[in-house]
Nanobody, 123 residues
Framework: QVQLVESGGGLVQAGDSLRLSCTAS????????MGWFRQTPGKEREFVAA????????YYKDSVKGRFTISRDNAKNTVYLQMNSLKPEDTALYYC????????????????WGQGTQVTVSS
């Protein structure tokens, strides 16, 4: 069982940066692929970024490539999402995701989800 807790969201202006963190419980964190998703009211949750258990492979939604960076520190059971050059369209509730399989995280059918942290970008 894995429990995920996100933090780092907030209200910022367009062009600013934020770093989201997701800390996981459980001794098997280092063996899990991790990801970030986001959702706005009335829309389905969408994939943002994912990283393999080793950190050796990452994958991003096209619209965030070059602006967002996903990374992890297995010693701290934490995955990060560094978000630069934020835009109003990045406003959403951001969720952390985990699963033993990378492809499952990419598909959003993973077993574990956090509660979400709100990111609001004003223009």
């Amino acid at each position: 069982q894995v429990q995920l807790v996100e933090s780092g969201g907030g209200l910022v202006q367009a062009g600013d940066s934020l770093r989201l963190s997701c800390t996981a419980s459980g001794r098997t964190f280092g063996s899990y692929a991790m990801g970030w998703f986001r959702q706005t009211p009335g829309k389905e949750r969408e994939f943002v970024a994912a990283i393999t258990w080793s950190g050796g492979t990452t994958y991003y939604k096209d619209s965030v490539k070059g602006r967002f960076t996903i990374s992890r520190d297995n010693a701290k059971n934490t995955v990060y999402l560094q978000m630069n050059s934020l835009k109003p369209e990045d406003t959403a509730l951001y969720y952390c995701a985990a699963d033993a399989r990378f492809n499952t995280v990419l598909a959003g059918t993973n077993n574990y989800w956090g509660q979400g942290t709100q990111v609001t970008v004003s223009s």
